[in-house]
């Protein structure tokens, strides 16, 4: 079982950056398959980012390919996202979220996935 934390929202002007974080507690976080989803204003819940359990495979929706970031550290029980070259359409809350099955790579795009979620954080870049 885990329990997910989210912080470092807030707001920023377009072309700025916020980093993220999520805190974990809970036992065997080194076995959880993470990855950061996020919900516009009224929209759904997509997928932004996820990183496998040693950190080494990275996985990012195009929209923010090249200017977020994702990794984890396992040691602190944290996951991060850098967000770099701030959108207005980046505007949403941020969803920290934690799988124990994936079977293969597209598994990790899928909000079905995930077993355990955060509270979620608001991210809000003005333009």
């Known amino acids: 079982q885990a329990q997910l934390v989210e912080s470092g929202g807030g707001l920023v002007q377009a072309g700025g950056s916020l980093r993220l974080s999520c805190a974990a507690s809970g036992r065997n976080f080194y076995r959880f398959k993470m990855a950061w989803f996020r919900q516009p204003p009224g929209k759904e819940r997509e997928f932004v980012a996820g990183?496998?359990?040693?950190?080494?495979?990275?996985y990012y929706a195009d929209s923010v390919k090249g200017r977020f970031t994702i990794s984890r550290d396992n040691d602190s029980r944290t996951i991060s996202l850098q967000m770099n070259s701030l959108k207005a359409e980046d505007t949403a809350v941020y969803y920290c979220?934690?799988?124990?099955?994936?079977?293969?790579?597209?598994?990790?795009?899928?909000?079905?996935?995930?077993?355990?979620w955060g509270q979620g954080t608001q991210v809000t870049v003005s333009s």
């Open positions: 990183v496998s359990v040693a950190g080494t495979s990275t």
């Open positions: 979220a934690a799988a124990l099955n994936v079977h293969v790579m597209s598994d990790y795009y899928s909000a079905r996935t995930y077993d355990y």
